[in-house]
């Protein structure tokens, strides 16, 4: 009896070891690995360079201190330095990274900065236009100015002086900060002189780049960017306001920047919001222009100037960056949306800058729908298809609420001061561009004049309505043009909103008056070898020469 109960309690006492043991290691690693995280993100924070931590790297990668393989280390996405656990602190200390600030030669030149191995896949050598980093070792060059590489055979034929490469009309170089830092007045006549060595056509860009927007593309973006252009011409919107960020323009050539923001249509307002408060400040010759970068879906500012509603990679970089070089100037109508409720006399009303659109009715509610259960179990949210699946189930799921019934009889609309005798519908539509609702176009040519100072006022039937529009079945009810839109709502609530982002509103007076311009970049659809004239006359479609249909000169009810 007695050994039975021993061995009763050596057998839990192993099976209970059985458990415990893997347990109390897994945590004890999970706690190291959390310790070494804290301690790598205090030692990455202090770093000159831009380290970024990875177990996974995308290709073969050789660590620049050891030349062995690496399987986990580290990359700085500023100058391409490789380095493994082991060697990460000495590569710190050893290698630097590209230099933001630096003087130029007595010549006024500036020589490569050449970083060993880990070229990148497909670069060619400037010397032998053979194929580079073929090698499954560390092997050859490549200069992080001017991208250009070289095999370490052919490493003394390279010409000393770097040009900047293909960008260099973009990339701020080191020197240009350099001395403008050392300026003893400093003065935008200065600004330009100095800027006369850094060739005719130069524009600098600034990329904002909101990590918040489209996954994990934002963070992909900056780094690809620090990596093509001067680190300190890339700001993370997650870091640092765009007010801040703007600040840069006011050290470089009055009207030669521009600036690229990567994100959604809610971060191009964010921005162009900054350079109003720029215009308040008296700093107006600084104004830069602005392109875009969309991330996420349904950009209808950005579809409207030729960038696409959404980008999630289908080009390089390196083209991005091309066609911000081709694209044109235009100037595009800002506007301010004055919600005062009724009855809250002593209040402030709700003001709110408008790009895009503003509208009362089942879009919004759509909109409404949409925020609210996002709000309520966001990571359900976070695919793109499920997006676009739960937005058409919240549309026609109103099909059959009818909430928007009879806007007609609780709105008046009022267009340049005249009253309009309103159709029977349920919506209504105040449009500044010509796509609405996440990459439906209105009608063709509506909206392409971005800087008319008129606003479009549509109105629709219902979801249904709006449904058919979306899908080009149907057209929306036109009412006219303006340039002053004043809505009168007179009872209950109604769902409302701007540019995208929706709320529900009681009785009020909303006021759509113009606010200012901004200078935007519009991107023309490529051009295409084909000379048929009626082709291109579609594909051209440039905000200034396109031909409006006929009757839409204000075709008021
Ligand atoms: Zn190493
Ligand atoms: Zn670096
Ligand atoms: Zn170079
Ligand atoms: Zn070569």
Redesign the pocket.
């Known amino acids: 009896m007695v050994a039975e109960a021993g061995d009763e309690w050596s057998l839990l006492l192993w099976t209970s070891l059985a458990v415990v043991v893997p347990v109390f290691i897994t945590l004890w690693c999970s706690v190291q690995r959390s310790k070494r995280k804290t301690h790598m993100k205090e030692f990455f924070r202090k770093s000159k360079h831009g380290w970024h931590y990875t177990d996974l790297f995308n290709k073969p990668t050789y660590c620049c201190v050891c030349s062995q393989h690496i399987l986990q280390g580290a990359f700085c996405d500023c100058c391409g330095v490789c380095a493994d656990d082991e060697c990460l602190r000495p590569a710190d200390r050893s290698l630097p990274c590209k230099d933001i600030m630096a003087p130029a030669q007595a010549d006024g030149g500036m020589e490569h900065r050449w970083v060993r191995g880990n070229v990148p896949l497909a670069s060619y050598?400037v010397?032998?236009k053979?194929q580079c980093g073929s090698q499954p070792k560390l092997c050859d060059f490549r200069c992080v100015w001017c991208q250009r590489t070289?095999?370490g055979?052919?490493f003394g034929d390279v010409p000393d002086q770097c040009d900047f490469g293909e960008f260099r009309s973009l990339i701020i170089p080191p020197h240009y900060l350099y001395h403008v830092n050392k300026l003893r007045r400093r003065h935008p006549d200065e600004y330009s002189k100095l800027a006369e060595s850094c060739g005719s056509s130069w524009t600098p860009v600034l990329v904002l780049a909101n990590t918040r927007s489209g996954n994990n593309m934002g963070e992909v973006l900056l780094g690809e960017f620090r990596s093509l252009l001067n680190p300190v011409q890339v700001f993370d919107l997650s870091q640092l306001n765009p007010s801040k960020a703007l600040q840069l323009c006011t050290l470089l050539p009055p009207g030669s920047v521009h600036v690229l923001v990567c994100g959604g249509d809610g971060t191009v307002g964010w921005v162009l919001d900054a350079i109003d408060t720029m215009k308040l400040k008296g700093q107006d010759q600084f104004i830069p222009r602005v392109t875009i970068l969309p991330l996420g879906t349904g950009n209808d500012l950005s579809n409207t100037l030729g960038w696409g509603a959404g980008y999630a990679g289908e080009i390089p970089v390196e083209q991005v960056l091309r066609n911000v070089v081709d694209a044109e100037v235009v100037k595009m109508d800002r506007w301010k949306v004055q919600v005062a409720s009724k009855g809250a006399y002593f209040r402030k009303p709700k003001v709110l800058s408008m790009n895009n659109y503003f509208s009362v009715g089942p879009d919004a509610l759509m909109a409404l729908n949409f925020h609210t259960h996002r709000e309520k179990t966001p990571s359900f949210f976070s695919s793109r298809i499920i997006n676009k699946a739960v937005y058409f189930l919240y549309g026609t799921k109103d099909c059959l609420v009818q909430e928007c019934k009879d806007l007609d009889k609780r709105i008046e609309l009022e267009l340049d001061g005249e009253r309009i005798a309103l159709p029977s519908l349920e919506g209504i539509i105040v449009c500044n561009i010509g796509y609405w609702g996440g990459g439906c176009r209105l009608w063709e040519g509506m909206g392409d004049e971005l800087d008319d100072g008129l606003l479009e006022v549509v109105g629709v039937y219902g979801s249904f309505h709006c449904a058919q529009i979306q899908v080009k079945l149907a057209n929306p009810v036109r009412l006219g043009q303006a340039h002053t839109v004043r809505l009168v709502l007179k009872s209950s609530k109604m769902p409302m909103q701007v540019d995208g982002e929706p709320w529900a509103q009681g009785p009020c007076t909303i006021t759509i008056t113009h606010k200012t311009q901004a200078l935007m970049l519009y991107h023309s659809s490529e051009q295409t070898d084909d000379d048929d004239s009626s082709d291109s006359e579609t594909e051209s479609n440039t905000p200034h020469d396109s031909p409006r249909p006929p009757g839409s000169a204000s075709a008021r009810a």
């Open positions: 050598c010397v032998c053979q070289v095999h055979d052919c």
